[in-house]
């Protein structure tokens, strides 16, 4: 079988067990597809057991604010076909939550703890899941959350100071350097 | 032949027990955020009993700017002031991967010439960078003849690149649709002359450094990365290259020319600090080597830019998504990128392998070393945390 097949034939089977939908090859080598939450772990797990998909890239979240949702990124690769599969999981933006997946890759709680203090995805039973990461002692929305508005926050936070004189070049020459030569000849 | 790495049950995952610190037989130390032997600004909070480390936590976050934050309200040709910034020792690969990942949303071809002179700045990235782990790696030993040895050679290549793009360090060489600029006059054997310098060199830091006695005692054992740990922390690069598994996107998956280039996987055989130095060092040979092979054989003339570029300030790119990768001295280093049909890039995520080195990595191999060793070892792992904080 060659591998072409074989990605079809466990897409076909991925489909039937876990109504995996959605499935776009974006280029060779890279298949995206979406799943529901509560089949999601399942699925990654399978994938990680079965399929070869061993690899871990990363786990990351998009902001749909539009749409209401979150939308949860696992990127896994197979070593042995050389195939990257990117899980997509969309949860809702009201009271994110969902599974931990840290009992499959050591990682994933690096991943999660981020996730749930950048976009506010909680996932209960994740290891030191409370413990800030980047930042610290933050009481705001979670800043990558598409309503963070990063200008209004540092205008309102941080006290503007008085920079430089601004100087036109143009300007600086003709009245301080050479003022008796006419400006910039 | 080593085995494939499994996701072995047996492999204990778990997070440790909370130690009693009522106690009285611990000690907390912060190594960091400034410290010697600290790769950047990043700070492990270690647990002592005695001398040796019984629980390690890693803190990051003083670097943290936001850049992807920072890239959703910026068009696409403004972040490229910006991409560079996430890894200070390599810009280059952030400028290669972003124009990567945009030129394929968007269909833009790159002309060959261009694509043998991103190989090219690439390789120079990783000797330059590999140059100035050596000198973190034998400082963090005591061994502070090396590092002016070997920062003095980056330097050297640093202006090499100063006199291709104009930067030294933010090159923005690399842009949509190819690069900058063609090689200058003489530049070819300037560079020659400089790669036939550092090689030299590199057989000095052979004896210096991994011959020394007192290096190899140290250094011996410290760390051990284990082949079924592999996969289940995200290992990737020489420290996974060290237990013997030849992965290397370079071969596995080849981007750009490398596919016409002759060289092999440098492996080795038990993955601990020694081996990682002795690996990235035979690397250091393998990059000039590669260097040599593309001065030799690249074109010398033609385009360097696509010709149907669009108005990069009024660019849109059409709804898609796509995960661009490439093989830094690291290991694997990545660009997700995803588009909405806007003038703004609706998300990107840079994947950075000391994510996993620095944190997870690093906390486990930690507990039971020794505090002299905890510099050692962590620039052993060669971390970088700005692109953990992005």
Not at chain 1, 8 to 13: H, P, S, V
Not at chain 2, 294 to 308: I, V
Not at chain 2, 309 to 323: A, D, R, S
């Amino acid at each position: 079988m060659t591998e072409q097949n074989a990605s079809k034939t466990m897409l076909e089977r991925l489909t039937r067990e876990f109504q995996v939908s959605d499935i776009k090859q974006r280029k060779p080598g890279l298949t995206t597809i979406s799943v529901a939450k509560d089949m999601a772990e399942t699925l990654i797990r399978e994938l990680r057991d079965r399929e070869g998909y061993t690899h871990l890239n990363f786990m990351t979240a998009i902001d749909y604010i539009e749409r209401g949702y979150f939308t949860i990124v696992y990127m896994l690769h197979n070593y042995d076909t050389r195939s990257t599969l990117s899980v997509h999981v969309n949860i809702d933006r009201v009271n994110a939550s969902m599974t931990s997946i840290h009992t499959l890759w050591a990682q994933a709680w690096t991943y999660q703890r981020e996730l749930r203090e950048l976009w506010g995805i909680d996932f209960p039973g994740s290891p030191r899941i409370e413990e800030d990461f980047c930042l610290e002692g933050w009481d705001e929305i979670p800043p990558m959350r598409r309503e963070f508005d990063t200008v209004e926050y540092c205008e309102r936070t941080f006290e503007s100071r008085d920079g430089r004189e601004t100087v036109d070049p143009r300007e600086h020459m003709h009245e301080v350097i050479f003022p008796q030569r006419g400006g910039d000849n | 032949m080593p085995q494939p790495p499994t996701h072995s049950a047996s492999l204990d995952m778990s997070q440790p027990e909370p130690l009693d610190l009522s106690s009285g037989k611990y000690v907390k130390l912060w190594q960091g955020p400034q410290h010697p032997g600290i790769t950047g600004n990043m700070s492990l909070e270690l647990t002592l009993c005695g001398d040796e480390i019984v629980e390690c936590k890693t803190h990051v976050g003083y670097l943290h700017r936001g850049f992807e934050k920072f890239m959703e309200r910026r068009t696409y040709i403004q972040n490229f002031t910006v991409v560079c910034r996430i890894a200070v020792p390599e810009p280059t690969f952030n400028e290669y991967l972003y124009s990567q990942a945009i030129e394929e949303l968007a269909g833009i071809e790159v002309p060959e010439h261009a694509v043998w002179l991103r190989a090219l700045n690439l390789e120079m990235m990783r000797l330059a960078s590999f140059l100035m782990w050596t000198g973190g790696i034998s400082g963090a030993f005591g061994l502070y003849t090396v590092p002016n040895w070997t920062l003095t050679y980056r330097d050297y290549l640093l202006d090499l690149f100063e006199e291709l793009t104009g930067a030294r360090i933010y090159h923005m060489y690399i842009v949509p649709g190819g690069v900058r600029n063609p090689l200058p006059d003489g530049w070819k054997e300037k560079t020659l002359e400089i790669l036939k310098g550092t090689e030299k060199l590199l057989r000095e830091v052979d004896r210096v450094m991994l011959n020394n006695t007192v290096f190899k005692t140290r250094t011996r054992g410290l760390g051990l990365i284990t082949p079924d740990m592999v996969d289940p922390y995200g290992i990737v690069g020489p420290n996974a290259r060290a237990t013997g598994l030849a992965r290397d996107l370079r071969k596995d998956e080849p981007y750009l020319i490398y596919d016409q280039l002759d060289f092999d996987v440098v492996t080795g055989s038990v993955s601990d600090a020694y081996e990682r130095t002795v690996l990235r060092q035979q690397e250091m040979y393998q990059c000039i080597d590669l260097i040599r092979q593309m001065l030799e054989r690249m074109p010398t003339s033609g385009p360097f830019q696509a010709a149907d570029m669009p108005n990069v300030l009024h660019w849109k790119i059409p709804p898609g998504e796509t995960y661009v990768k490439a093989e830094c001295t690291r290991g694997e280093y990545g660009y997700y990128v995803v588009t909405d049909g806007s003038e703004y890039v609706r998300r990107v995520h840079v994947r950075g392998p000391s994510y996993t080195h620095a944190i997870a990595v690093m906390e486990r191999l930690a507990v039971g070393t020794n505090i002299a060793d905890i510099a050692g070892l962590m620039v052993s792992l060669h971390t970088y945390p700005p692109e953990i904080e992005r």
